[in-house]
């Protein structure tokens, strides 16, 4: 029987792709510092879980396809407070950013059409591509100017008649670059002038690290609908296991053609749609708390990664990720190699090869995204085995 050539132009997650080698690492005995998954470990806010204690319907019955409107009014006060304004029309409740982020390609892709991503790239942004039969055209950025992409010139040269978006996240997952307010409106000026969209993935708003505070592209004046942004409650709230994202444009035809696919899915989790509601209410206490912890998770990391000789790294600006290059052959080898071949002290540490989040053949084979979402002394115990690491393995290749 036959599959499909688009499943088989998709690839499997990069962020989860050794599992099997850390298996078998700690069936041996080794614990292994996490730093391949963005799983943010800050409790998730209370509200949330007494919300479904609180639930007291007789019946679970499905949700509006559009979405429970406890939880679109939540999201339409919340952009508000950022100066964005948008009627309930023009949100949508998903399964996550990640069914916001497949929604939209379904609805403006052919085959042949290419959307245009900053790399290094979230690499299940491919994944949705690919399956709504478009290509990924990378914007290439490169270490040494701490993956900056923001350049009119470098992404207008990129743009044909089968362009139909630029995607991006602000802040990046992986390289926690930001975007200026100058750079912002530059790209919705090019997608507007261009007649393209620009999809930007907002999920990682509240870990903004340059003293800008709260900031959506959904403030900008977007009078022709070229604008999309995707959000979800999984990193802002840590509550990734929620399933709860949005879909936010001002463009009716393409809310109206996303609606097909809200549709026939029936509905989002009714449930966890009214959890994610409460999940507004936390006061903004929360969030600089938790905009503090992971900046001296930062610079633990960055202060360490410093130390280590023939690294490149700039200091990130935003999210808890961050794209470092190592003086290493292959990142993919040099991971498994250090899940089967060492540890120091029944120690060892995963992070994400980097070759993955390229479109490019060829980059990013000796960097890895590090996901700075431990605990203080646990990221600097990570940091001092990656430079163990990393000498041991320049010996043993020799």
């Excluded at 040494?144 to 991006?168: P, Q, V």
């Excluded at 989790?269 to 905009?291: K, N």
Aim: glycine share 6%; hydrophobic share 40%; charged share 20%.
């Amino acid at each position: 029987m036959k599959l499909s050539q688009r499943v088989q132009t998709c690839e499997l997650s990069p962020m989860r792709k050794f599992h099997p080698f850390a298996v078998e690492a700690q069936a041996k005995g080794r614990k292994i510092y996490h730093l391949n998954i963005g799983q943010p470990d800050i409790a998730t806010p209370q509200v949330y879980f007494d919300a479904v204690r609180n639930f007291a319907d007789p019946v679970l019955e499905y949700a509006e396809s559009p979405g429970v409107p406890s939880y679109l009014h939540a999201v339409q006060a919340y952009y508000a407070r950022l100066g964005a304004h948008y009627d309930e029309s023009e949100i949508l409740a998903t399964t996550g950013g990640s069914e916001a982020l497949s929604i939209v390609m379904q609805c403006i892709l052919d085959p042949g059409s290419e959307v245009l991503i900053p790399e290094p790239y979230y690499p299940n942004y491919a994944t949705f591509i690919r399956a709504a039969c478009g290509r990924v055209c990378p914007i290439p950025t490169s270490p040494e100017e701490g993956y900056h992409y923001a350049d009119r010139a470098k992404i207008e040269a990129l743009i044909h008649e089968n362009t139909r978006a630029i995607m991006i996240t602000n802040p990046s997952n992986p390289t926690g670059v930001t975007l200026t307010a100058e750079e912002r409106q530059m790209l919705l000026d090019v997608a507007r002038e261009h007649d393209i969209y620009l999809i930007c993935d907002e999920v990682y708003r509240e870990f903004f690290y340059n003293g800008e505070g709260l900031v959506t592209m959904g403030a900008l004046d977007d009078p022709n609908g070229n604008l999309v942004i995707i959000d979800s409650v999984s990193k802002r709230f840590s509550a990734c296991g929620a399933r709860i994202g949005c879909l936010i444009s001002k463009n009716k035809a393409l809310m109206a053609e996303a609606m097909k696919f809200c549709q026939a899915r029936l509905s989002v989790a009714t449930l966890d749609q009214v959890a994610a509601a409460a999940l507004y209410t936390v006061d903004q206490h929360y969030f600089d708390e938790m905009r503090l912890e992971y900046q001296r998770r930062r610079d633990t990391v960055m202060e360490k990664l410093r130390t280590i000789p023939g690294v490149t790294c700039r200091t990130p600006d935003g999210a808890f990720y961050l794209m470092a290059a190592l003086p290493i052959d292959d990142a993919d080898r040099f991971q498994q190699w250090l899940l089967t071949d060492f540890e120091d002290h029944g120690e060892t540490v995963m992070f994400s090869p980097g070759h993955s989040f390229y479109a490019t053949p060829g980059n990013g084979v000796n960097e890895v995204r590090i996901a700075y979402v431990l605990k203080e002394e646990d990221l600097s115990r990570a940091m001092d085995l990656l430079a163990l690491g990393i000498k041991a393995y320049q010996k043993a290749i020799l």
